[in-house]
């Protein structure tokens, strides 16, 4: 009975990623920048920052120069830059501080988890920035097996329902296998002692006929 149980092992280890995968945000990483304009010509030093909607700024403090490439290794103090839901976007941004105006805005846009390939989206503006980002979790709905989040979803509840239905299968042959061994033994137990009583009456019928 105990042959099921490796089978039912690994399909758990399977369900269980899956099932962290719908609930788990994706970091996004900024890789690479190349600045092709700066706004602010008074300022000698300009503060880039980066920015979602209703978020908190990123300021890129390395960012002083256009025409750079400025790459960075993910593990600095203000990365990652930003956490991307499960499969939504978020309209986000490159800004430059300005103490006079408003802020000036290099470029505004969704980014979008399905925008990665193998991890990686690059984002050109023409005369504004050309910038690479980094998401590992993130996927496209080319690399992914099912491009429908629903059905993505049902399937997940359908190996959810499956495993449940094989765990208590299991666990109801498992109490069963054990009913049995324990009923055989009994009965073992009780056919042991009734061929005891058997040979002691043999014995006592010797005795009689000495
Ligand atoms: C943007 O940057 C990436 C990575 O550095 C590079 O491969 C790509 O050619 C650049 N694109 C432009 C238009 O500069």
Not at 62 to 76: A, R
Request: net charge negative; glycine share 4%; charged share 30%.
């Amino acid at each position: 009975m105990w042959r099921i149980s490796p089978r039912c092992l690994l399909v758990s280890c399977l369900l269980f990623p899956s099932i962290s995968g719908v609930f788990s945000s994706m970091h996004v990483i900024l890789s690479s920048i190349e600045l092709f304009s700066i706004h602010e010509l008074l300022s000698p030093k300009p503060t880039i920052y980066f920015s979602c909607q209703g978020e908190k700024k990123i300021i890129l403090p390395d960012l002083k120069e256009k025409h750079f490439l400025y790459k960075f290794k993910g593990v600095e103090s203000w990365q990652p830059l930003v956490e991307l839901p499960d499969k939504k976007c978020k309209r986000c941004g490159f800004y430059e501080l300005d103490h006079v105006k408003s802020d000036d805005v290099f470029d505004e846009w969704e980014l979008c988890p399905d925008e990665f390939h193998e991890g990686i989206y690059v984002y050109f503006k023409e005369k504004e920035f050309n910038a690479t980002f980094k998401c590992s979790d993130c996927t496209d709905s080319v690399g992914s097996a099912n491009p429908n989040p629903s059905v993505d979803k049902k399937l997940n509840l359908t190996m959810a329902i499956l495993v449940g239905v094989l765990t208590s299968l299991v666990t109801s042959a498992a109490i069963f296998g054990l009913f049995k061994y324990w009923q055989k033994r009994k009965r073992e137990q009780n056919h042991a002692r009734f061929l005891k009583l058997f040979d002691e009456g043999d014995d006592i019928d010797d005795e009689l006929e000495l």
